[in-house]
């Protein structure tokens, strides 16, 4: 008998032994199993992380064109828009000399009722534009002012204009 107990000992040793390794291969094999998921999870999250941050850097690039444009198109605004300033006060300058050196006169139109003229005049000066009418000559001094007064004005429609093209260029108004 005691024979068969060291039979059925040795035996139940061996079916322990095969249990215990099969229970461990099932084991290693669900972790191999389970780490692949992972590894799969994680490799899918990476992978959307990575088509995230490639859209956010198109999209800040797209952005930063954007924004070179625009300031491009500022500066080009802005150089234009002094040119138009400096042109016209060079005109006014211009025009205010001329008044000062009495090489031109502003004149106004005299309403013949007010005169009490009926005739029409012979001629008129060289530098006349209106032919046949009365005119009174303006007084440089106040000719002056009145450039003065034009030029604020003119350069007021100029930053008026450039305030307009940019409200029509950032709000894509054209």
């Not at 005691?2 to 061996?14: E, H, M, Q, R, S």
């Not at 799969?40 to 444009?69: C, F, P, V, Y």
């Not at 006014?92 to 000062?100: K, N, Y």
């Amino acid at each position: 008998m005691k024979i068969d107990a060291v039979k059925w000992g040795g035996a139940l040793l061996i079916i322990l032994g095969l249990m215990a390794g099969s229970a461990w291969a099932a084991w290693a094999w669900q972790a191999n199993a389970y780490g692949q998921q992972l590894a799969a999870k994680e490799a899918a999250h990476q992978t959307e992380r990575t088509d995230l941050a490639n859209a956010n850097s198109a999209q800040i690039l797209a952005e930063q064109g954007k924004r070179l444009a625009l300031e491009q198109w500022l500066a080009a605004s802005d150089q234009s828009h002094y040119r138009a300033l400096t042109d016209e006060k060079t005109k006014q300058a211009r025009l205010r000399d001329r008044l000062a050196t009495a090489d031109l006169w502003l004149s106004v139109q005299l309403d013949a009722a007010t005169t009490g003229y009926d005739a029409v005049l012979p001629t008129t000066s060289a530098g006349g534009v209106v032919h046949g009418s009365h005119r009174a000559q303006l007084d440089p001094a106040h000719a002056q002012r009145i450039i003065g007064i034009t030029g604020d004005g003119d350069q007021g429609l100029i930053a008026l204009q450039a305030c307009q093209a940019y409200i029509r260029e950032t709000s894509g108004t054209h």
